[in-house]
């Protein structure tokens, strides 16, 4: 399978290539070969992928949702059918294990494209009566051309929960995929033209922050949508705030993972072993403070050590491999600083901290036990395998520690006690929660952060509303009275 790409962007239903951008090499994370290059969009390609879809947006929008809901499901089906050669370059993109692409990437965006394919047929309005027969009538439109701006964990799923209900609603979109993992929104926007969507529907452009910022500035971008840190999501807001432009923010985490006495054991294992080490720990929502309760803060270790010793880490295109590399060794050297600093402030490293000798940017899995609220490890987002365990006695205590923090995107709770269950997370301040379980983000549900993790919700009905307007229409049936 070839990984190179026909060219670096896809506009206006075609690939596009423009020499002149930057050179951005396309690096395999288990082995740091350099596998294919794209070139940075040029500020010419920046103005052709946002006329073109500007030009095409009017008319999507004049198709019926049914017409357009037909596209994105054929789509779907489309994604679903070469399920494994878009999980391969997915995991040549990230890094992350065949074993895990095959069912969550791919997948998970074929599952967006046929949910909002299906809901575009029903974004109607309102019929609101009035006195003496008048009425006010409302009805949903498209917001315009949509920009889309992706981290490196999830490229096709962030591409497709983007593209999926901004294109229902009739908005047209251009994507900017992170420069780390530039190859599967292009197959995406391939697919969607493969479909039937007309050109310009869905557009793919390269670079770095400054082409996601031309993006972000342009005046005929009426939404912005950005899946990335919580840094980036201050300046992207602000630059949008400026346009007076609609936003979601899909951004960081340091979500709390909470295991009460009376948790099933190996259940709240697995819910931490899922909450931070799937995609080596690349998940915003990952459940990196991890409070026991003291009785069974012993056990619940060594078992997660017990079970962690049997994590298989390799070939990620082996699909016994179930721990791949991370997906950089920048990202790498970020997270091998936290563990650093983590021993330097005294937590203790009770399994994993090494980067595997070889090529490719493996690193352990990580716990570290005995930390405090305090250290730099509990208090910032590593985004990489490293699970933080910290100790606590009583329901009132961990609740108020869980929230201590700028972040809220997710957060979870293992116990045999519903009631305290419900009774915890309805106190969290997160925009997701689990409960005896962790990380499921099906599409059928909203999916989004509060406090510094986000604005707005993704997938779901609740997506619609962030993509599209609700224009009021009154109507007088009995003529018009004026005061003079
Ligand atoms: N909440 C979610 O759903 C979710 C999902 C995945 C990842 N994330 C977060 O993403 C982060 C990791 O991804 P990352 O390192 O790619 O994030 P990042 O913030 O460095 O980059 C995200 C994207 O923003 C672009 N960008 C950077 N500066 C910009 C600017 N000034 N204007 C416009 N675009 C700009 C980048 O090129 C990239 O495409 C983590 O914080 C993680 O928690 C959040
Ligand atoms: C589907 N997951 C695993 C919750 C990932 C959502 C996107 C965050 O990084």
Redesign the pocket.
């Known amino acids: 399978m070839t990984t190179a790409p026909t060219a670096s962007h896809y506009i206006d239903g075609s690939y596009a290539e423009d020499a002149a951008g930057t050179a951005i090499d396309i690096i395999y994370p288990a082995t740091g070969e350099i596998i294919g290059r794209v070139h940075s969009a040029t500020p010419e390609m920046v103005e052709r992928a946002l006329a073109s879809a500007r030009r095409a947006q009017p008319e999507w929008a004049a198709m019926t949702g049914m017409e357009r809901g037909r596209i994105l499901r054929r789509a779907a089906d489309i994604i679903r059918d070469r399920n494994r050669e878009l999980s391969i370059l997915e995991t040549y993109d990230t890094g992350k294990p065949l074993q895990e692409t095959l069912v969550a990437d791919a997948t998970s965006g074929a599952d967006a494209l046929e949910y909002f394919g299906g809901l575009a047929a029903s974004l109607a309005g309102e019929y609101i009566p009035q006195p003496g027969g008048d009425f006010v009538y409302t009805i949903r439109q498209a917001l315009g051309v949509c920009v889309g701006?992706?981290?490196?964990?999830?490229p096709t799923q962030?591409a497709c929960w983007k593209a999926a209900p901004a294109l229902a609603c009739g908005n047209t979109m251009v994507f900017?995929?992170?420069?780390?993992t530039p190859l599967c929104a292009l197959k995406i926007a391939e697919i969607l033209t493969e479909a039937g969507a007309p050109p310009g529907v869905f557009n793919v452009v390269q670079?770095?922050?400054d082409?996601?910022?031309a993006?972000?500035n342009d005046p005929r971008v009426a939404k912005v949508s950005?899946?990335?840190?919580?840094?980036?999501?201050r300046?992207?807001y602000a630059?949008a705030a400026a346009g007076m432009k609609h936003v979601t923010m899909?951004?960081?985490?340091k979500s709390p993972l909470i295991v009460f006495d009376d948790a099933t054991l190996d259940d709240a294992v697995s819910g931490a072993i899922l909450g931070n080490f799937y995609s080596s720990g690349q998940?915003?929502?990952n459940g990196t403070r991890v409070f026991v309760q003291k009785g069974i803060r012993d056990a619940f270790l060594a078992r997660l050590c017990e079970r962690l010793s049997t994590a298989k880490l390799g070939d990620p295109l082996d699909e016994a491999t179930n721990f791949g590399p991370m997906v950089s060794e920048a990202q790498l050297s970020i997270v091998k600083r936290y563990i650093a600093k983590g021993i330097e402030e005294g937590a203790s490293l009770a399994y994993g901290g090494k980067r595997q000798p070889g090529p490719g940017f493996f690193l352990e899995p990580t716990v570290f036990a005995g930390v405090t609220d305090e250290m730099t490890i509990a208090r910032e987002?590593i985004?990489g395998p490293v699970l933080s365990l910290l100790e606590f006695d009583d329901e009132e205590e961990v609740i108020g520690r869980a929230n201590a923090t700028e972040f809220g995107?997710a957060g979870g709770v293992f116990t045999n006690d519903l009631t305290r269950a419900h009774r915890v997370v309805a106190r969290l301040e997160a925009g997701t929660c689990y409960i005896n379980t962790y990380n499921l983000a099906p599409v059928e549900a909203p999916?989004?952060?509060v406090k510094a993790?986000?604005v707005g919700r993704?997938n779901s009905k609740e997506a619609i509303a962030h993509y599209s307007e609700v224009k009021t229409i009154h109507v007088a049936m009995n003529g018009v009275e004026a005061p003079f």
Do not use: R
């Open positions: 701006i992706g981290a490196w964990n999830y962030i900017k995929p992170s420069e780390t670079g770095l922050g082409v996601g910022a993006l972000v950005l899946t990335g840190s919580v840094p980036t999501g300046k992207v630059a899909e951004l960081g985490g998940v915003c929502s987002e985004f995107l999916f989004g952060g993790s986000g993704e």
